[in-house]
């Protein structure tokens, strides 16, 4: 494949991405609000990427790993994501992420390690294993939203 045509097939997908996440943040101001929304669309964005690869027969299995370890980079750089005061807005966050800061913490803490559980297994070439490790990526990102993030987008 030539590089001009590499070029154009990545540059039309910058455009659609890019386009999307204006159109859902363009009303909102508080950075703090469109900065954690924006991290947790890349991670949405490597989930969606990996069950093509995992569930629907996508070819990449090389970029398991990246997608992966990528997820957890993006989390790292959430830093302070849920200041006081920021409940108010065009976000999804339930009151309880600030009144039971303790229990959020804690499910933060639970999808890192599942994102790690599915890093260390992900160069394996054992599908099934990589699989049952995605799954509980997923379940850890579920049970926090079943708690503590508003439902609808
Ligand atoms: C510790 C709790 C927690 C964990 C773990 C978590 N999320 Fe979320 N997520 C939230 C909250 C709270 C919001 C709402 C943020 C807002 O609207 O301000 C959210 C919002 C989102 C959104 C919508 C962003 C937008 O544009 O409004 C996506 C997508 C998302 N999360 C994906 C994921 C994925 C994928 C995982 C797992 C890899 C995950 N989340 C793990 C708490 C969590």
Same mark, same amino acid.
């Given at each position: 494949m030539?590089?001009s045509l ?6 039309a997908?910058?455009?659609? !991405?890019t %386009? ?9 101001k508080?950075?703090y609000i469109v ?5 947790y669309?890349v991670?949405?964005?490597h989930m969606?990427?990996l069950k093509?690869i995992?569930?629907l027969g #996508?070819?990449? /299995?090389?970029?398991i790993s990246?997608?992966a ?6 989390f790292? #750089?959430?830093?302070?994501a849920?200041?006081?005061g920021t409940?108010k @807005? /065009?976000? #999804?966050a339930k /009151?309880s992420v600030?009144?039971d800061s303790?229990g959020f913490k804690?499910? @933060? ?12 297994? %992900?160069?394996?070439?054992?599908l099934?294993?990589i ?6 990526v997923?379940? !850890?990102?579920?049970?926090c ?5 508003? /439902?609808?987008?």
């Amino acid at each position: 494949m030539g590089t001009s045509l590499k070029y154009l097939a990545v540059c039309a997908l910058c455009t659609i !991405s890019t %386009s999307t996440a204006i159109a859902h943040t363009s009303n909102e101001k508080n950075p703090y609000i469109v900065h954690r929304q924006g991290i947790y669309q890349v991670a949405g964005g490597h989930m969606n990427t990996l069950k093509s690869i995992l569930m629907l027969g #996508h070819p990449a /299995k090389a970029d398991i790993s990246y997608h992966a370890k990528a997820m957890l980079e993006a989390f790292k #750089h959430h830093g302070d994501a849920f200041p006081e005061g920021t409940h108010k @807005g /065009k976000t #999804h966050a339930k /009151k309880s992420v600030w009144t039971d800061s303790e229990g959020f913490k804690e499910q @933060g803490q639970m999808a890192g390690k599942a994102i790690m559980e599915l890093i260390e297994v %992900s160069e394996s070439g054992d599908l099934k294993l990589i699989k049952t490790k995605f799954a509980g990526v997923g379940k !850890s990102c579920k049970g926090c939203h079943d708690d503590y993030r508003k /439902k609808g987008s």
